[in-house]
């Protein structure tokens, strides 16, 4: 079965500070694609990556990059030199080959940037 | 260009009554994907329609349907509500071109307490 952990439930940094998600994920398949979302207090899940199981280049969008290690199971996800707007709930999550098949998400991480 | 709405954005209902949510995406878009996230399971696929057709469906009973119109605007409908069932309903659409990295765009939920 697939499985998403993310080991921190909640962390706080004082803004400007670097900040790395950590997600582990469980999966038989050889293809899967991976995911990150954030939530913002408002509630509204923003995307922000989808990375499929062939490319492990790491990624970087901003002040956002994601490492993706199939070695380890692991796709972390790193904020540089956070602003408190980054303060949100991110999720992991992963699924089969098919877009949407066997979708799941990890438990979430709450960041809190602090002024 | 106007963002994904969703319909009612809260609704209250009593146990065993039935609900449709309805979700409108962004013009072009032709997926649509269904979400609930509850505090006890955290956040779960439902289900993803492509071109009026489901493509996709998460582990729920078979209370939980869907459907996508002609114009890609999707419902879900629960029957039989549960208290269980309450929860923040999400969701995405995307424009979908297989193969390529695509980005989600999330509604803001409909809200449905179920007492």
């Known amino acids: 079965a697939q499985k998403v952990t993310q080991a921190q439930t909640e962390i706080s940094v004082v803004e400007k500070e670097d900040v790395t998600l950590d997600c582990v994920y469980e999966?038989?398949?050889?293809?899967?694609?991976l995911f990150w979302y954030k939530q913002p207090p408002s509630g509204e899940l923003v995307f922000l990556i989808r990375?499929?199981?062939?490319?492990?280049q790491n990624e970087i969008s901003g002040r956002y990059s994601w490492n993706f290690q199939k070695s380890t199971s692991s796709f972390n996800f790193t904020i540089t030199a956070s602003q408190v707007v980054d303060s949100a709930v991110y999720f992991c999550?992963?699924?089969?080959?098919?877009?949407?098949?066997?979708?799941?998400f990890g438990p979430g991480t709450r960041l809190s940037v602090l002024p | 260009k106007a963002g994904v709405t969703q319909t009612p954005r809260y609704l209250i209902k009593t146990r065993g009554q039935q609900v449709t949510l309805s979700c409108s995406p962004i013009?072009?878009?032709?997926?649509v994907s269904w979400y609930q996230q509850t505090p006890g399971q955290g956040l779960q696929f439902l289900f993803e329609?492509?071109?009026?057709?489901?493509?996709n469906k998460g582990n729920f009973p078979g209370r939980f349907s869907g459907r996508q119109f002609s114009n890609s605007r999707s419902e879900m409908n629960v029957s039989t509500l549960e208290l269980g069932d309450s929860a923040l309903y999400l969701c995405?659409?995307?424009?979908?071109?297989?193969?390529?990295?695509?980005?989600?765009?999330f509604g803001p939920g409909t809200r449905l307490l179920v007492l």
């Open positions: 995405a659409s995307s424009l979908y071109i297989a193969g390529e990295e695509e980005t989600q765009y």
């Open positions: 990375r499929n199981s062939f490319d492990e």
């Open positions: 013009s072009g878009h032709r997926s």
């Open positions: 329609y492509f071109s009026e057709t489901q493509r």
């Open positions: 999966t038989r398949d050889t293809t899967y694609y």
């Open positions: 999550a992963l699924s089969e080959a098919n877009y949407g098949q066997n979708f799941v």
